[in-house]
Structure formats: structure tokens, C-alpha cells
């Protein structure tokens, strides 16, 4: 299940090189080339989906622990205080390469800050009908 085209393909296969941190049978995980911090990973499954919309289970199944693996490696090695993971799905969220992947991103003390936004102030009554449609469509 590759996509040609696709240049994480060709990363999480091994036909490009990379700064790879981990390889198994299912993912590469390798560093950001325009990190938002030091050490910035993202893991890349060798099969090819576009976005989260498009994984397969047992993929997605893998991927949330895989995540806790690298985190922690990066606090013992990069000496991070925490991390985040940021998954973006679809070109609105910011995503620019369609091929999944989620990115590991060390957060220091002292900065860079980031991932963060201005918390809305939405009414009660506004909250209750989003929240009747979602639910709909989740029934
Ligand atoms: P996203 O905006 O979630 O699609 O993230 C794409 C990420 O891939 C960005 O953080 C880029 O810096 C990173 N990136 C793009 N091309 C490469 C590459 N060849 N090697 C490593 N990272 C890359
Ligand atoms: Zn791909």
C-alpha cells in the first residue's frame, strides 16, 4: 500500500534518506526537517493513508503507543519537560504532506511556546446544539 508520488512513502521505506530514530514494521519515525523544537519526530507508517480518516486499524492501534515510546525516550535523552502530539488532517488544519503522521514535539522549560490558542467563550445554549449535532452524527 504505497503511493508513488508520495515522498513520506519513500521516507518511511527507506528510499530517501533521514534522520530515522526507529524503524519497525509498521512505522519510521525520524526528525523533523523544520522542527518546531529540538528533537521535533514524526512517525510515519510504512503503508500509505492519506490522513486519520484514512488509517486502518491495526495501525491506528499501534500508533498512540508508539508515541508514548518516543516521548519518553525524548525526556531521558533531550532532557524535554513534556511533548506534544499533533496530528493534522486536511489542508484547513495545517496539514501539508497527505501522507498520515503524527508529529512528537518536545516542550522545554523556558519555550518555545506553542500549540496554543485563544480559548472562545461560546453560550451554554450554543455548546448544547453543537454538541446535538456531532452526537447525532456519532449515533
Ligand atoms: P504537516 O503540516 O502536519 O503535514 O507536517 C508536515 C511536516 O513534515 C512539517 O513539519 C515539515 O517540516 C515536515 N517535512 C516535510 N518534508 C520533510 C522531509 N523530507 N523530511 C522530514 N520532514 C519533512
Ligand atoms: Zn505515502
Known sequence: MRDETCIFCKIANGDIPSS???EDEWFRVILDLGPASRGHALILPKNHFADLLELDEETSSKVLALAAKVGAAMKKSLGCAGF????????AAGQTVFHFHMHVIPRYEGGPRMVSWEPGSPSREELAELAGRIRQ???
Open 20 to 22: 530515522a530514530i526507529y
Open 84 to 91: 506534544n502530539l499533533v496530528q493534522n488532517n486536511g489542508e
Open 137 to 139: 452524527e456519532l449515533e
